[in-house]
Antibody, heavy 118, light 108 residues
Framework: QVQLQVSGPGLVKPSETLSLTCAVSGDSISSYSWNWIRQAPGKGLEWIGY???????SYNPSLKSRVTISVDTSKKHFSLRLTSVTAADTAVYYC????????????WGQGTQVTVSS | SYVLTQPPSVSVAPGKTATVPCGGT??????VHWYQQKPGQAPVLVISYDKDRPSGIPERFSGSNSGNTATLTITRVEAGDEADYYCQLWDSDSDQYVFGPGTKVTVL
């Protein structure tokens, strides 16, 4: 069973870059797309984007200009970088996987609260 | 990009049936998944591919999808079913995953 463990700073200053990492254990990193999803306080789920281990990516158009998702197969983790953050980026960030060939979310990381504030 | 709609809230008495719709253009031609999210917790998949129940999900949860509406149905509703429910799909035209805005199911 896949396990996902997210790590990263819980507080980021406005205009800086938010960086999170999700460690993967329990299965091959090549069998899935690796996704980030966020949820602002009191709001719904927002898909941020995904990366395959091959480097192929897809991003939410509303965030595309600021987002980079990458997979490090040697370290068995994947990462999220979101640049030029504002208070609107304050949210719980989840790392999730979707098995190749399927479209439902298989496993959710525990979620991490990221607050953008000076 | 593809847009999903859901009513903000649905109220149901214990023991009755809750119906949560998810609207989208020709959604019946797509695969829809449903998640339950309780406060402070990560979402949990309750229905995949329109109508399949993952292991451990009670038979009271069922799904359907046709035309422009997918539907999550919860029969014999219990207090523990009170949660936010989100529909989700993959839009092949844009290669994006899309979530509905969510429906809060309240058990009266």
């Amino acid at each position: 069973q896949v396990q996902l463990q997210v790590s990263g700073p819980g507080l980021v200053k406005p205009s800086e870059t938010l960086s999170l990492t999700c460690a993967v254990s329990g299965d091959s990193i090549s069998s899935y797309s690796w996704n980030w999803i966020r949820q602002a306080p009191g709001k719904g789920l927002e898909w941020i984007g995904y990366s395959y281990y091959s480097g192929y990516t897809s991003y939410n158009p509303s965030l595309k200009s600021r987002v980079t998702i990458s997979v490090d197969t040697s370290k068995k983790h994947f990462s999220l970088r979101l640049t030029s953050v504002t208070a609107a980026d304050t949210a719980v960030y989840y790392c999730v996987n979707i098995k190749e060939g399927r479209s439902e979310i298989g496993y959710w990381g525990q979620g991490t609260q990221v607050t953008v504030s000076s | 990009s593809y847009v999903l709609t859901q009513p903000p809230s649905v109220s149901v008495a214990p023991g009755k049936t809750a119906t949560v719709p998810c609207g989208g253009t020709k959604i019946g031609s797509k695969n829809v998944h449903w998640y339950q999210q309780k406060p402070g917790q990560a979402p949990v998949l309750v229905i995949s591919y329109d109508k399949d129940r993952p292991s451990g999900i009670p038979e009271r949860f069922s799904g359907s999808n046709s035309g422009n509406t997918a539907t999550l149905t919860i029969t014999r509703v219990e207090a523990g079913d009170e949660a936010d429910y989100y529909c989700q799909l993959w839009d092949s035209d844009s290669d994006q995953y899309v979530f509905g805005p969510g429906t809060k199911v309240t058990v009266l």
